[in-house]
């Protein structure tokens, strides 16, 4: 390989090499980086990267000065050469100069307005934070740029995310996946191969490592004094709303309060970062919603946010945005669903259902009304209502609940009666087992091994249950079952219209039995008769029989390619209980849901929605279907009482209000009145319940707190509205950002047209209209090599290139940390650098000349490269240096001698310059070779560019970390030392000359100058 630097001046006896400067050893350059001394050199390859990094001996290897050689005159390349050049450099950087020092090596582009978080955690000394913006948004990207920055400044040595253990390995999926952060899970499952691995007496946990963590795990005695003495100093708490409670809490209140005096005891420590993401912070009760601020600052706790100071110290630390805040102040960088297209789908019950319900709601109101005792009546009364309940999702669901102990049989008062039915019943506001509480909760009466003289059903009450029970055998399919036709028919309808739903049940036995019906109806193969075929459409279910991986793996079984390359079905079905309806991201493969079973509280219907109605859904609009009994009174109950009204303040004011406490008392009073008194409500009023009437009041009163609570919290997020960083703020840093490293877009074209031009052949990615294939075959040996140790010897041909964050096993991820995209980069970078290379394996050149319509004059342009030291004042006080490189195309019009030097975005334009004459490679070396004769000349120009750019760099740490004064008078954090310098001398990779198109000799019709070829290419 032709070196690309040249020997240097040899310095002065005991001169140091300086940090940014070139050297050679080891037959190779190197650039020196901070922490080198006279005696030892930490060095980095030149474009290499931070794995490569070595340590070099002074005493013991020669080591001597370097200076990166000028491009040779005859290394001519064509129109593209220039682009591909830069774009393979910046796709390469991995360490900005710029404020935002993890940007380079994520792999998501974040857009606009998820800097906002990040903006204002570098204003703060200790970055204390709530993230509450509307679901969908993507807090998990927001929470995740400030930590990958912390971690990357220095000012965090270590993370740890708090979370539900459902969620665990999805965090983990995505701090690795997104923000290249690997990190340990620590759950009840791995806590005994963790502490195997460990020795004895060494704690599972190191401030400077990263964990994900279960927070009901973590919160028990045995282990939480070990993980709060060796916690990491920035902690990320997920679903944060679940880990405060006020005193006038129910069933979980002990369990919240051990995590809030977990996170409490966290939060002392005053120089900890904590972040705290969840969508509903307020939930119309002010205490849990003060505690939770008052892990933020404990002034929040008390001061008044009606005031300017307090309202000032809130808008440091708390952030929330509804989708539409977003629209208007980002417009077209929202990139989630512009609408929701929600309806309701009504059936009517087969002649028998409707028969076995009524005989249903008779039993249930006799053997209330018999009961001996206040205990023995809540008792009967809950198992009565899971039957009930089990009958309006499924005939498998009443087989299952009819064959099952009631759970509630093992309370010993009115008040534990209660808690648990309303806990394994309902669908309680504050119940946080969603992912658990999918079995049938059970309706049978019968002696259990805890408890042999429980109360038990008589021979006849046995009989008329086991009469039922087969009835609802019965049932089974959708001849009777119309509720399961209607299914089929709804979801049939959406795969035609090209949507893949999800299928939301509340019982694990209905999700089982409404897949196995599901795939049968979609899948007909004639009566008796299999098929050799693949199925047509491919129909899963996910329930909360499976661990948390097993539901991982059972999702990427019906989304992903196989093990031997087979594709993922294009039209697909999920069937899932409420284990999915929260935390988990499916909006990269459906975009529909269809509620089968209604669930009893609002809150539920807008997570499960919440799965594919959010940031990365590809689908301008999502659809979501309700079904319902048209003459099933429970579900007019809950329609009426709930979810319409939930429906109707959610339209009205663009947010999701919990419903209130009270709902469950109205709630019981309805059920209550239909099934003891028999009151039967009128389907065709829009009302079910006149205000006159007991129950009646009740719902009126209950809406009228919720509106009310919907006005408080239209209120309290117009008061606490996001203002603290603007939107312009925002823009100019997003500028600058693009400016240095580029965008996804550019990703995308360079490697497409580096492979092509390589000899590979692309082709479509189906389902993927932005990515593409790639035939490997013919690319050059060491390219191939690489994807073979990057992808596997087996992977998939030809290769997949999808346009998103992150790709399926044996695919890349059109991102710029791709293993497989950086080790193209590489390749160009690499092959333009040394000319000795076949000339077909060097699509990117170090020169050319171009004839075009887009310069009006001669014009030329350098591709520049810049070091840059960076000294970044922690927070701890320690100024921590680090190395940067940055990429710049500068141009001037005119000769070398008088140059009249062109504005940055000028320069930049010329890259897409398209060739429009042609020009004689002996005429095009000439001129080269007159530039690069010019560049000693035109070198203070260069170096005067590079310390602008250092100021403007420089000028934007500032701005980001509001060293400057803000408009209301309030500061950043102390940055006493901020500095960004120029190292070395610039190196010009790449010389590019523009000619305007000649006007030909009438004569011989060439161009009078210096003649032609015939294909806009300098020859």
């Known amino acids: 390989m032709t070196s690309p630097?040249?020997?240097?001046?040899?310095?002065?006896?005991?001169?140091?090499?300086?940090?940014?400067?070139?050297?050679?050893?080891?037959?190779?350059?190197w650039v020196v980086l901070p922490k080198s001394t006279s005696d030892l050199l930490v060095l980095r390859p030149l474009g290499g990267t931070d794995d490569d990094i070595a340590g070099v001996l002074t005493a013991l290897e020669p080591v001597e000065h370097a200076r990166f050689a000028p491009p040779s005159p005859a290394d001519l390349g064509d129109q593209s050469t220039a682009g591909l050049l830069r774009s393979a450099l910046r796709i390469g950087f991995r360490s900005s100069a710029g404020p935002f020092r993890s940007l380079a090596g994520i792999s998501v582009e974040p857009r606009p307005y998820q800097l906002v978080p990040l903006l204002m955690a570098l204003r703060q000394e200790t970055v204390r934070l709530l993230i509450a913006d509307d679901v969908g948004i993507g807090k998990t990207v927001e929470s995740g740029l400030i930590a990958a920055e912390l971690l990357a400044q220095g000012d965090a040595r270590g993370l740890v995310v708090l979370c539900s253990p459902a969620l665990a390995e999805q965090w983990r999926a995505e701090l690795r996946g997104k923000f290249g952060i690997d990190a340990e899970l620590v759950l009840a499952s791995t806590i005994g191969r963790l502490e195997r691995s460990r020795m004895y007496g060494q704690s599972v946990f190191r401030p400077d490592r990263n964990y994900v963590v279960s927070t009901d795990f973590i919160k028990s005695p045995r282990h939480r004094d070990d993980f709060v003495k060796n916690c990491p100093d920035l902690v990320i708490v997920d679903e944060a709303h679940t880990c405060v409670a006020d005193t006038a809490q129910g069933g979980g209140k002990q369990q919240r309060q051990q995590r809030y005096s977990l996170l409490r005891t966290l939060a002392d420590d005053p120089t900890r970062h904590l972040l705290l993401v969840t969508a509903t912070p307020h939930s119309g009760k002010e205490e849990p919603f003060r505690n939770l601020l008052g892990l933020l600052d404990k002034r929040l706790e008390s001061m008044s946010l009606d005031r300017g100071a307090g309202r000032d110290l809130l808008t440091q630390h708390f952030v929330q945005r509804r989708r539409a805040d977003i629209r208007d102040d980002f417009r077209d960088d929202a990139n989630f669903p512009s609408d929701r297209r929600s309806k309701e789908v009504d059936y009517t019950l087969h002649a028998d259902y409707r028969q076995l319900l009524n005989e249903v709601i008779d039993y249930a109101r006799e053997t209330v009304r018999s009961a001996d005792g206040a205990l023995q009546q809540r008792i009967r009364w809950w198992s009565a209502l899971a039957l009930?309940?089990?009958?309006g999702s499924s005939p498998a669901a009443v087989r299952k609940t009819l064959r099952t102990r009631a759970g509630v049989q093992d309370a010993d008062s009115v008040t534990e009666a209660d808690a648990i039915g309303s806990r394994t019943v309902t669908d309680p506001a504050d119940d946080e087992s969603a992912e658990s509480a999918d079995a049938a909760p059970g309706a049978l009466l019968a002696a259990g091994a805890t408890d042999p003289d429980a109360e038990t059903l008589d021979d006849e009450d046995r009989a008329r249950l086991l009469a039922m029970a087969e009835a609802a055998d019965q049932l089974a399919g959708p001849a009777r079952d119309r509720k399961l036709k209607q299914l089929i028919a709804t979801v049939q309808e959406l795969l035609d219209e090209g949507y893949n739903p999800i299928v939301f049940c509340r019982f694990i036995s209905t999700a089982e039995y409404v897949k196995t019906h599901l795939d049968a109806a979609l899948n007909k193969t004639g009566k008796g008769k299999k098929s050799a075929q693949p199925k047509?459409?491919?129909?899963?279910?996910?329930?909360?029989e499976l661990s948390p991986d097993q539901r991982v793996a059972r999702i990427a079984a019906l989304t992903e390619e196989g093990a031997e390359g087979e594709a993922p079905p294009e039209r697909r079905v999920l069937v899932a209980t409420d284990c999915l309806s929260e935390g988990v991201n499916l909006q990269e493969s459906f975009d529909a849901v269809?509620?089968?079973?209604?669930?009893?509280?609002?809150?539920?219907?807008?997570?499960?929605?919440?799965?594919?109605?959010?940031?990365?859904?590809r689908r301008d609009i999502v659809k979501a279907v309700t079904l319902y009994g048209a003459d099933n009174a429970i579900d007019g109950i809950v329609l009426d009482v709930l979810l319409r009204k939930h429906a109707r303040i959610r339209k009205a004011t663009g947010i999701s209000v919990p419903v209130p406490d009270s709902s469950e008392n109205v709630m019981q009073a309805v059920l209550e009145g239909l099934i003891l008194r028999g009151e039967r409500p009128e389907y065709e009023q829009e009302s079910l319940f006149t205000v006159e009437s007991a129950v009646g009041r009740q719902t009126a009163e209950l809406h009228e707190a919720w509106q009310s609570a919907a006005d408080r919290e239209k209120a309290s997020r117009s008061r606490y509205a996001q203002n603290a960083v603007k939107r312009d703020e925002v823009a100019q840093e997003v500028a600058e950002v693009r400016a240095s490293l580029g965008t996804g877009e550019e990703v995308r074209?360079?490697?497409?047209?580096?492979?092509?031009?390589?000899?590979?052949?692309?082709g479509p990615l189906r389902g993927d209209a932005d990515g593409f294939t790639m035939n490997s075959e013919a690319l050059p040996a060491p390219l191939r090599d690489a994807f073979n140790t990057l992808l596997g010897p087996r992977h998939p041909r030809p290769v997949a290139f999808h346009d998103a964050p992150t790709a399926p096993r044996g695919e890349v991820?059109?991102?710029?940390?791709?293993?497989?995209?950086?080790?193209?980069?590489?390749?160009?970078?690499?092959?333009?650098?040394?000319?000795?290379?076949?000339?077909?394996?060097?699509?990117a050149r170090r020169c050319g000349v171009v004839r075009t319509t887009a310069v009006p004059k001669r014009t030329t342009l350098f591709l520049v490269r810049y070091r840059f030291q960076l000294t970044l004042p922690g927070r701890d006080g320690v100024n921590r240096q680090q190395l940067a490189e940055d990429a710049r195309v500068l141009a001037f019009r005119g000769s070398a001698n008088s140059p009249e030097w062109l504005p940055e975005e000028e320069a930049v334009a010329l890259l897409e310059a398209r060739a429009t004459g042609n020009t004689k490679r002996e005429f095009a070396e000439e001129r080269i070779e007159s530039i690069i004769g010019s560049l000693e000349s035109l070198m203070p120009v260069l170096e005067e560019r590079g310390e602008e750019l250092a100021t403007r760099l420089l000028d934007a740490h500032r701005r980001v970390r509001g060293a400057f004064r803000d408009v209301r008078g309030m500061t950043g954090p102390a940055r006493r030392g901020l500095r960004v310098d120029v190292q070395?001398?610039?190196?010009?990779?790449?010389?590019?000359?523009?000619?305007?198109?000649?006007?030909?000799?009438?004569?011989?019709?060439?161009?009078?100058?210096?003649?032609?070829?015939?294909?806009g290419e300098a020859r």
């Open 536 to 544: 047509a459409y491919a129909v899963e279910a996910v329930t909360g």
């Open 388 to 391: 009930l309940r089990a009958l």
């Open 749 to 762: 074209r360079f490697t497409h047209h580096a492979l092509k031009a390589l000899r590979g052949v692309p």
């Open 5 to 29: 630097t040249t020997a240097a001046p040899a310095p002065e006896a005991g001169q140091r090499f300086a940090v940014g400067s070139l050297v050679r050893a080891r037959g190779r350059e």
């Open 813 to 843: 991820a059109l991102t710029r940390t791709d293993p497989v995209v950086a080790s193209v980069a590489r390749f160009v970078l690499d092959a333009a650098l040394d000319d000795q290379m076949p000339q077909s394996d060097r699509p």
């Open 984 to 1015: 070395g001398r610039p190196d010009v990779l790449g010389v590019y000359h523009y000619l305007p198109v000649p006007v030909l000799d009438s004569t011989n019709g060439t161009d009078a100058a210096d003649g032609t070829t015939t294909n």
């Open 594 to 617: 269809i509620h089968y079973d209604l669930a009893w509280n609002p809150t539920r219907h807008e997570q499960r929605e919440g799965r594919v109605d959010r940031f990365g859904q």
